[in-house]
């Protein structure tokens, strides 16, 4: 049997995405055989994370700085701002090297059945962003129904702003999320973007 420590710790790590409890317990033991190579940095770095990582207070990327990297770099185009549900979509494109624009994250996906609605998610914080400066928002949503329903409504509020609308060329995969997709998909999806009618 293990301990109650070992069992907590083992409970905490089976939440992560895709860590179960068996993974979960094959990454304790890990870091317990490695306990001063992996162990002491790991515990290191979770708690600088945790203390200096925080929210964007623009787009709602993390970083030590607020704005982030991305909203304080003066070569990102801010004429052309891609929406995103969260913040590992944000990840996703940057990897991809291939957009050089400014992120607005909505922090989810609008989703009736498990009672997210308009308000939980940041549309009041991308209105508030289109001064005149943002000429395109790219709608950078899954092709799953949520993210089908999020992209229509975030059609509604952006009507008759002035603002165009496009999303990624078709060729991402239905039911498919930016974070799992390899760089060249993204990369191609987004250069062949299109407008929205």
């Given at each position: 049997?293990?301990?109650?420590?070992?069992?907590?710790?083992i409970a905490v790590l089976a939440k992560l995405p895709g860590l179960g409890?068996?993974?979960?317990?094959?990454?304790?033991?890990?870091?317990?055989k490695k306990r001063e190579s992996l162990g002491a940095p790991l515990l290191?770095?979770?708690?600088?994370?945790?203390?200096?990582?925080?929210?964007?207070?623009?787009?709602?990327?993390?970083?030590?700085?607020?704005?982030?990297?991305?909203?304080?770099?003066?070569r990102r185009d801010e004429a052309v701002l891609c929406l995103v549900p969260?913040?590992?979509?944000?990840?996703?494109?940057?990897?991809?090297?291939?957009?050089?624009?400014?992120?607005?994250?909505?922090?989810?996906?609008?989703?009736?059945?498990?009672?997210?609605?308009?308000?939980?998610?940041?549309?009041?914080?991308?209105?508030?962003?289109?001064?005149?400066?943002?000429?395109?928002?790219?709608?950078?949503?899954?092709?799953?129904?949520?993210?089908?329903?999020?992209?229509?409504?975030?059609?509604?509020?952006?009507?008759?702003?002035?603002?165009?609308?496009?999303?990624?060329?078709?060729?991402?995969?239905?039911?498919?999320?930016?974070?799992?997709?390899?760089?060249?998909?993204?990369?191609?999806?987004?250069?062949?973007?299109?407008?929205?009618?």
């Amino acid at each position: 049997m293990s301990s109650i420590e070992l069992e907590r710790l083992i409970a905490v790590l089976a939440k992560l995405p895709g860590l179960g409890p068996r993974s979960a317990r094959r990454a304790v033991l890990h870091v317990l055989k490695k306990r001063e190579s992996l162990g002491a940095p790991l515990l290191r770095s979770l708690e600088e994370v945790l203390t200096r990582v925080k929210p964007c207070s623009v787009c709602g990327n993390y970083d030590t700085e607020d704005p982030c990297a991305i909203c304080a770099d003066p070569r990102r185009d801010e004429a052309v701002l891609c929406l995103v549900p969260d913040v590992a979509d944000v990840w996703a494109l940057e990897r991809t090297a291939a957009f050089r624009g400014r992120y607005h994250v909505l922090g989810g996906l609008l989703s009736p059945l498990d009672g997210v609605g308009p308000e939980e998610l940041d549309f009041g914080g991308l209105l508030r962003r289109l001064d005149g400066r943002v000429q395109e928002v790219i709608l950078a949503l899954p092709a799953t129904v949520d993210g089908q329903t999020t992209a229509h409504y975030a059609a509604e509020r952006l009507e008759g702003t002035g603002v165009r609308l496009t999303a990624p060329a078709h060729g991402l995969p239905v039911g498919g999320e930016l974070e799992f997709l390899d760089d060249g998909t993204i990369a191609a999806a987004l250069r062949a973007r299109r407008r929205l009618e």
